[in-house]
């Protein structure tokens, strides 16, 4: 049983526009999700992320929605950039866990 | 600092072989975690430690794996005896807090053949 779902594996968004990654989630109770970037042949690094208590946390070109009432979070990256091209991982933490999401790949196009 | 220290970075061996992969985590962290990751899967958490001491093993597949952290420098993940299905890259990350910013290492991608 998947608790945390990134639906779409990948994502091709022209350089300059906004990206939008999603995730949604089955379980209600959490402390924080957390965003993380992987380029190839490198381990994952921490990018955002959110407490429960909020809605909205905004850093530079990253802002991370969560919606509680649909179970959903979402990472827009805007303007989308060359070096954004990699896979995004959304994870949340609860009590002592930890669980990720499958990833979702961007492609950031010229 | 130089960030996690994983060895090896890549670990082909034959099924039934024991494998030993090895972290350094950053200085100073006192949360030290074992990941692995395959496409099946994606990024799963096998086991954590906090001050060397093994705080949720529940993610460890099966008991071929174990895992130690002898002192606050150094840990191993170690399958025996190794199957093909084990094939996929290892992450070991550490952070300062139990699941605040996690640092990751740059893996080690192991073949099982």
């Known amino acids: 049983d998947q608790q945390v779902k990134q639906n779409s594996p990948s994502l091709s968004v022209q350089e300059g526009r906004i990206s939008i990654l999603n995730c949604d989630y089955t379980?209600?109770?959490?402390?924080?999700f957390l965003w993380y970037k992987k380029y190839p042949a490198e381990g994952p690094t921490f990018l955002i992320s959110i407490s429960s208590i909020k809605d909205k946390n905004e850093d530079g070109r990253f802002t991370v929605f969560l919606n509680k009432s649909a179970k959903h979070l979402s990472l827009h990256i805007v303007p989308s950039q060359p070096g954004d091209s990699a896979v995004y991982f959304c994870a949340y933490t609860r009590d002592d866990k930890i669980i990720f999401g499958k990833g979702t790949r961007l492609h950031i196009l010229p | 600092d130089a960030g996690v220290i994983q060895s090896p970075r890549h670990e082909v061996t034959e099924m039934g072989q024991e494998v030993t992969l090895r972290c350094k985590p950053i200085s100073g962290h006192d949360y030290l975690f074992w990941y692995r990751q395959t496409m099946m899967r994606g990024l799963e958490l096998l086991i954590y430690f906090n001050n060397n001491v093994p705080i949720d093993d529940s993610g460890m597949p099966e008991d071929r794996f174990s895992a130690k952290m002898p002192n606050a420098s150094f840990s191993t993940l170690k399958i025996q005896p190794s199957e093909p299905r084990d094939s996929a890259v290892y992450f070991c990350a550490s952070s300062p807090g139990p699941f605040n910013e996690q640092f990751f290492g740059p893996g080690t991608r192991l073949t099982v053949l």
């Open positions: 379980n209600s109770m959490f402390d924080y």
